[in-house]
């Protein structure tokens, strides 16, 4: 299993990102998905799930109404685009991808080594 993020980097506040997430070595299209982060100093935290055909999404609510997940399955690919992003937003970002038969976004066992984002003016 390979988590390979990228589209971090650093941006001002109001502005966005797109955060790409590839995945390999599974079958992508069977797995529900989330993304999640850490902030310099602080512990993980969830930030956004998908279920596997993209139907059903879940967000944390320090997040929701600014970020959207989505998948395409046929490439492979998860996403998070992130709007409106705030200085409290700037984190390491992991893809990962949920346990089977836990809820959606409720555990995971594989991570990718996270894509930075900076939110700083």
């Known amino acids: 299993v390979q988590l390979v993020e990228s589209g971090g980097g650093m941006v001002q506040p109001g502005g966005s990102l797109r955060l790409s997430c590839a995945a390999s070595?599974?079958?992508?299209?069977?797995?529900?998905m989330s993304w999640v982060r850490q902030a310099p100093g602080k512990g993980p935290e969830w930030v956004s799930a998908?279920?596997?055909?993209?139907?059903?999404?879940y967000y944390a609510d320090s997040v929701k109404g600014r970020f959207t997940i989505s998948r395409d399955n046929a490439k492979n690919t998860l996403y998070l685009q992130m709007n409106s992003l705030k200085p409290e937003d700037t984190a390491l970002y992991y893809c990962?991808?949920?346990?089977?038969?836990?809820?959606?976004?409720?555990?995971?066992?594989?991570w990718g080594k996270g894509t930075l984002v900076t939110v700083s003016s």
């Open positions: 998908i279920n596997t055909g993209g139907g059903s999404t």
């Open positions: 990962a991808r949920d346990r089977i038969d836990y809820g959606l976004g409720q555990s995971m066992d594989y």
């Open positions: 070595g599974f079958t992508f299209s069977s797995y529900d």
